[in-house]
């Protein structure tokens, strides 16, 4: 919101001494974020006065037209003599008003003006545009042909030659730039603002609002709501006899403009000054061109609506309309319809409806995000509008055409409204010391709720109403922080908290930082992810349509609309990570995430609002917790390039399945869980590797997730390198599998004895099921077991057959092993692994 200081004196009396800077740190001080003060014309310096062309002089020969002008600027150059000044605008002719910047002046940018020849002739001076006083777009029409909108600027002919353009333009002056947050609307207004610096001053404040408003009666522009939800205020004012020629006065094209806005028409123009002043959107609608009664409904599913930007929209059925005789001339509260323009080029407009609504914020704001469609009116109803302000705002805006434009003021007055009582909040008289830690006293707090536009009653318990342009207030906690921020935030006194001893962090928070820092130490760089997917992400991983995954957590205000749902899995985010890296020259990657995943609940629960003066209940939390979808934690890699770098060291290998595998053992090691790896197959994995992981929870297998290297066609629709591999698993269910702690190894004084077996089995015999046979077979003195060698050879094995090579290490705690001791078990080993899956020693 860009808040003129000039205009901003209007409502209050402050001090002359008072800079936009001093202003600046005084809103800032309760609460405002003043971003920055603008000043305009600080380098400005005369003499710039108001000419009259006398003459032009058409220069030839040149690349582009020129013209040498004589120009009236009275006793302004000290001789009164006609100024002599070249000139390359065309939009302006003899007889015209301009603005003229005389010898010795200096222009916005330290442009120092002096007499110079060029084209042939002296130049003493300049007319000037809009461009060179700094000024933006201009209104007038003169200066929207030839020079375009920011040509030389044409003054209405009633302005007196030699007069000061500086105060005429309002050339100087400080802009307040403020960052208005959502949950305060009502400082999208000049009311607003003003009743801010007013509490911060301690000054009192003349609220524009405060107007002389006719009682409603049966004489005015038909109206008819049909959504009292959508629209719980109505009212239409009517101004007949509009000199369509009017154009709107310099002071008010001139505080639109610093406010930011462009000066259009005269009839706009005034809706939109009525706007920033009062923060109540307004419509005008050309009255020949609105045929009966004004409705205001929810649109038809299809409808169409053709806005004033020239964009014909497809109408949703949650969609607010205004609406006459044919259908929707409007998209309520956010803009316009073509239809009922009024159409300024053409000057037939004489009589006018004004429209001054309340409209309900959320469907304001779903509308404007639905066709994308941010405006004015849209930004300050989803944040808030006061109601009661319709009826003043109405008012006002017909003051200023009955003055500009030379109209009349219909008798009749329609207003539609929809019964609503006040809101109260009961609050004790000292919750805001309870809150802030200080001793404020009765007084102050009402002292205090009453300068925000609150009734207070009541003593030790006190009932406040909160005002009609606050409707951000409806806690205690609302009202607590009022009184806190106008007291001044910086009064609070620092004082450190003493919570009471924690139980440090939870098993679940200490697994996840181990598998963090155990994947980092693997060669693993962490990847954060936002948990937003679209659901066009399970078809480009090939998962079958009944998959679980697919069950999805829609947001009702999605960041995008092409990721509406929280994610299942974290491939999505960390492929494209690695696509994004790999498209910028990083090829040789490793990327891992842990993190939740939501999946909904069977039976959908409403989430309770929790208290906030006491700590909820046990079944409140476990009410509130029913509510949100399940969230497991789950962990993923992704690889792709080299997994170990060739050099003079030796050749590199490039990353393949079983570094995913290897990745899925590690974060099983952190968490103590002994992991059964074998062939399987799901969504988007390569059929013939790809690897089922499996834990044991209760005595049950539980598949947590698939390792190994992605499918060709995945990898073409996503964008991904040629054997990329990917890992994902539930960490929490591996979590669960956990044998608890996990212990540090006990570390024998004795020494190992190796043993090395080899086996031939059928070639579809998984290594897993031989390593779990071997394992059991050994017995407890068996230490570790490790596949070191596959050999396949048709002529030696025979067909379909395959050698298995195991390194298998003996020890014992309490003594040597002997070779006997060693062989036995190893040949216990065998002969398990000779029994379960048909192995035999090779050789």
């Known amino acids: 919101m860009r808040v003129p200081l000039s205009w901003l004196r209007e409502y209050v009396d402050l001090p002359a001494t008072q800079t936009g800077r001093d202003v600046q740190e005084k809103l800032v001080s309760v609460g405002l974020e003043v971003e920055t003060v603008e000043q305009l014309g600080a380098d400005l310096k005369g003499p710039l006065v108001v000419g009259q062309v006398l003459t032009i002089e058409e220069l030839e020969g040149f690349k582009k037209p020129i013209r040498f002008c004589t120009v009236d600027v009275g006793r302004a150059n000290g001789t009164g003599e006609p100024q002599e000044i070249v000139c390359g605008a065309r939009n302006f002719a003899v007889g015209d008003k301009v603005v003229v910047v005389l010898p010795g002046a200096v222009l916005p940018g330290g442009f120092a003006i002096a007499a110079r020849k060029t084209y042939g002739k002296t130049s003493h001076g300049m007319i000037c545009s809009t461009d060179e006083l700094g000024m933006g777009d201009w209104g007038s029409p003169r200066t929207e042909s030839g020079g375009g909108t920011h040509g030389i600027i044409v003054l209405p002919p009633e302005h007196e030659v030699g007069t000061d353009a500086i105060e005429l333009l309002q050339l100087v002056d400080e802009v307040l730039d403020i960052a208005v947050t959502p949950d305060r609307g009502y400082c999208l207004s000049l009311r607003g603002v003003a009743r801010e610096t007013a509490i911060a001053y301690g000054l009192p404040l003349r609220d524009p609002a405060l107007l002389d408003v006719p009682a409603p009666n049966a004489y005015g522009y038909p109206v008819q709501v049909s959504d009292p939800h959508g629209c719980d205020r109505f009212t239409a004012r009517t101004v007949s006899g509009l000199d369509p020629e009017a154009r709107s006065p310099i002071w008010l094209q001139r505080r639109l403009q610093k406010a930011g806005m462009r000066p259009i028409s005269l009839a706009v123009d005034v809706t939109n000054y009525v706007m920033l002043e009062l923060g109540q959107p307004l419509h005008a609608y050309d009255r020949s061109r609105v045929q009966g009664t004004i409705g205001v409904r929810r649109a038809e599913a299809g409808e169409k609506l053709t806005t004033l930007d020239g964009v014909t929209r497809t109408l949703d059925a949650e969609d607010l309309v205004i609406t006459d005789d044919r259908g929707a001339i409007g998209l309520a509260g956010v803009m316009g319809g073509a239809n009922t323009e009024i159409d300024d080029t053409e000057g037939t407009t004489t009589e006018v409806v004004v429209e001054a609504a309340h409209f309900d914020a959320i469907s304001i704001a779903r509308t404007a995000r639905r066709h994308k469609l941010a405006s004015e009116a849209s930004r300050r109803f989803e944040r808030g509008v006061d109601p009661q302000a319709a009826a003043a705002a109405a008012q006002r805006t017909v003051d200023l055409l009955v003055l500009l434009a030379g109209g009349t003021a219909d008798a009749g007055v329609t207003e539609v409204v929809a019964p609503a009582a006040p809101r109260t909040i009961t609050i004790p008289a000292d919750h805001p010391d309870r809150v802030a830690g200080v001793t404020y006293g009765r007084e102050t707090v009402v002292r205090r709720l009453q300068e925000v536009g609150c009734d207070v009653l009541g003593q030790d318990e006190l009932t406040v109403t909160v005002p009609s342009w606050r409707p951000d207030l409806t806690d205690p906690n609302d009202l607590a922080e009022e009184v806190i921020r106008l007291e001044g935030y910086e009064n609070l006194p620092s004082t450190l908290p003493k919570p009471p001893a924690g139980l440090g962090l939870t098993d679940r928070q200490r697994l996840h930082r181990r598998v963090g820092r155990a994947l980092a130490g693997a060669g693993y760089v962490e990847a954060l992810n936002y948990p937003f ?57 490793a990327l891992f995430e842990t993190g939740l995943v939501f999946h909904p609940r069977e039976e959908l629960t409403a989430a309770v609002r929790l208290p906030v003066d006491r700590r909820p209940t046990d079944e409140e939390i476990a009410s509130l917790t029913q509510a949100l979808p399940v969230q497991p934690r789950h962990a993923a890699v992704v690889l792709a390039g080299a997994r170990e770098q060739a050099g003079w060291w030796g050749k590199g290998r490039p990353a393949d399945w079983a570094d995913a595998v290897e990745a899925a053992r590690i974060v099983a090691r952190e968490a103590g869980t002994e992991l059964v790896v074998r062939k399987g197959q799901y969504g988007p994995w390569h059929p013939g590797r790809c690897a089922e992981l499996v834990v044991v929870v209760d005595g049950t297998e539980r598949v947590v997730g698939h390792a190994g290297e992605l499918h060709p066609g995945v990898l073409k629709t996503l964008g991904l390198p040629a054997r990329t591999s990917a890992m994902e698993l539930d960490l929490d269910v591996v979590e669960r599998a956990s044998a608890g702690l996990v212990k540090g190894p006990h570390i024998s004084t004795f020494p190992v004895a190796t043993q090395d077996v080899a086996l031939v089995v059928d070639q579809f015999v998984p290594h897993a099921d031989v390593e779990a046979a071997l394992r059991e077979g050994a017995g407890a003195l068996l230490e570790s077991i490790r596949l070191f060698d596959v050999y396949e050879n048709a002529e030696q094995l025979g067909e379909g057959r395959k050698s298995l090579a195991y390194a298998l290490r003996f020890r014992a705690g309490d003594r040597t092993l002997t070779v006997d001791e060693a062989s036995a078990a190893r040949d216990a080993a065998v002969a398990l692994a000779g029994e379960r899956t048909g192995a035999v020693l090779r050789g």
């Open 533 to 589: 997917l679209g659901e066009q992400a399970f078809d480009q991983l090939t998962l079958a349509a009944d998959d679980p995954a697919r069950r999805v957590v829609k947001l009702v205000n999605p960041l995008s609309d092409e990721e509406p749902a929280l994610r299942t899995t974290l491939l999505p985010g960390l492929l494209g990570a690695l696509r994004r890296n790999d498209g910028r020259g990083s090829h040789d990657l």
